[in-house]
């Protein structure tokens, strides 16, 4: 465990594709105990099964509890500074298209500007990201 983070460490080469999934849900102490986490299946897919973690943090985010938010977004931080192309693919495609999915936050009062301030540097960079939250990058 990284020592400032609590993130586990990875491979001597990096952060891989397959990683990211296990890395997100270790930052996240409640996403193992939710109902989203039981729809997660290795058949899904990682691109599948991380909408699931990206509605978990919509609902956490309604419901004020963001206690891991800095945890997870370390761990975004780091796959798209270390990631493979892969890794960091799956994260820009997949969780930040999910996170900013309009149509994820139907049932809640938020909105994906919302999370703009667990957002951290490389995050501000994404250009969808930077787009959809109107970010100078």
């Known amino acids: 465990m990284c020592p400032c983070c ?14 990211v999934l296990p890395l997100l849900r270790g930052a996240s102490t409640t996403f193992a105990r939710s109902f989203d986490s039981a729809a997660v299946d290795p058949d ?3 691109y599948v099964n991380i909408t699931y973690l990206v509605r978990h943090l919509i609902g956490r985010l309604a419901a004020r509890r963001t206690e891991d938010f800095p ?5 975004v931080e780091r796959v798209l500074a270390d990631g493979d192309q892969e ?9 930040f298209e999910d996170l900013l999915n309009v149509d994820e936050y139907t049932d809640t009062i938020c909105q994906p500007s919302d999370f703009g301030p667990w957002l951290g540097p490389r995050a501000r960079r994404v250009r969808s990201v930077a787009s959809a939250l109107q970010i100078d990058h």
């Open 6 to 19: 609590g993130i586990p460490p990875v491979s001597q080469d990096g952060i891989e594709y397959l990683d």
């Open 71 to 75: 945890a997870v977004f370390a761990v």
């Open 87 to 95: 890794a960091q693919s799956l994260m820009v495609a997949g969780f």
């Open 44 to 46: 899904n897919g990682e």
